[in-house]
């Protein structure tokens, strides 16, 4: 895969010396810091999982998720690489990924089923290869109705997307799966409105997610339905506008096609990347002959496992 990486370096200037000890003083000795642990092992409460369907690769459990801090409930299903139930890993807490689906994203999750399913078996696959990480993914729905097109984002009077997704989904992971105590355990993809939610939600919190993929994305709000939104909505939410704020310590992947017909998509990666700066990393490819569709994202499935296998920590042993 040919990609361009857009990354900025900056030097600081040296530290000042500290001013000078009063040597009459006694000082008292540094508490040392406890190091955070290595896994962090399921905290409860237990969600209520079923089974929604078997892949080739393992089946792909189902929850209904009440959000605790947004309020907002709905299905997110979850898939859990085969390592995960090997005795050789009882201890070990794994990296996750978020997988936002596209289109509406209304009780369901693309990524979870037929249209995008070989995510999972590809996962398996390349971690055969030694070309991938073996990731438990999680695949929130997006929106709660046809008529509300909430953008990934928290509105006054408006459902609390932006934190379910990125707070209580997160939690929900971690009280029922061994995971990573780091962002460096943590990353996203999504597809267009899936790609906008990736993008954004990584920007807004890089203290919680170290990488992000962005395939047919957008980065500026495009609500299709609901109420309108005020300008000062659309720049808190707005991945360019955060990027031009503040430059997060993350890395990104932006795919996009060069099929004549979604020259848009291209045009939207290219402005973005203009806004790079350190430390900031944005890697980006434009596939040849691909357009918007899913038979082009299934094509860049490894491209992406391996994208964010190089930028996250693999399984760590408790």
């Not at 957008?218 to 609901?226: D, S």
């Amino acid at each position: 895969m040919a990609i361009t990486v857009l990354s900025a370096c900056s030097s600081s200037p040296p530290p000042k010396a500290p001013p000078p000890q009063d040597t009459n003083v006694s000082q008292a000795p540094a508490k040392p810091r406890r190091a955070a642990p290595p896994v962090v092992m399921p905290t409860g409460p237990a969600a209520r999982f079923n089974v929604s369907h078997y892949t080739s690769a393992g089946p792909i459990m189902v929850t209904t998720l009440k959000g605790a801090k947004s309020g907002v409930t709905g299905k997110v299903w979850v898939w859990t690489p085969p390592e995960y139930k090997d005795p050789k890993y009882a201890k070990s807490g794994f990296p996750v990924l978020m997988l936002y689906t596209g289109s509406t994203g209304v009780n369901y999750n693309f990524w979870a089923h037929q249209e995008v399913e070989p995510t999972q078996s590809e996962d398996v696959r390349l971690v055969k290869a030694r070309q991938a990480h073996p990731f438990i993914m999680v695949m929130p729905i997006l929106q709660l109705s046809l008529k509300q097109d909430t953008e990934c984002s928290d509105r006054v009077g408006q459902p609390k997307m932006g934190t379910w997704l990125a707070e209580d989904v997160v939690d929900m992971v971690k009280a029922n799966f061994r995971t990573l105590p780091t962002r460096d355990g943590w990353g996203m993809a999504g597809a267009s409105s899936g790609a906008f939610c990736a993008a954004k939600l990584t920007l807004q919190n890089p203290d919680k997610f170290k990488a992000a993929v962005s395939w047919c994305g957008y980065f500026v709000p495009e609500p299709e339905t609901g109420p309108r939104w005020s300008q000062q909505d659309v720049l808190a939410n707005s991945a360019a506008h955060i990027f031009q704020q503040r430059q997060p310590d993350v890395r990104l992947l932006l795919l996009a096609g060069d099929n004549r017909k979604f020259h848009a998509d291209v045009n939207r990666m290219n402005a973005f990347t203009k806004l790079v700066q350190p430390p900031t990393v944005v890697t980006t490819y434009i596939q040849p002959g691909g357009g918007h569709f899913t038979a082009d994202l299934k094509k860049l499935i490894p491209n992406i496992l391996e994208f964010l296998t190089k930028s996250l920590q693999g399984p760590v042993a408790g």
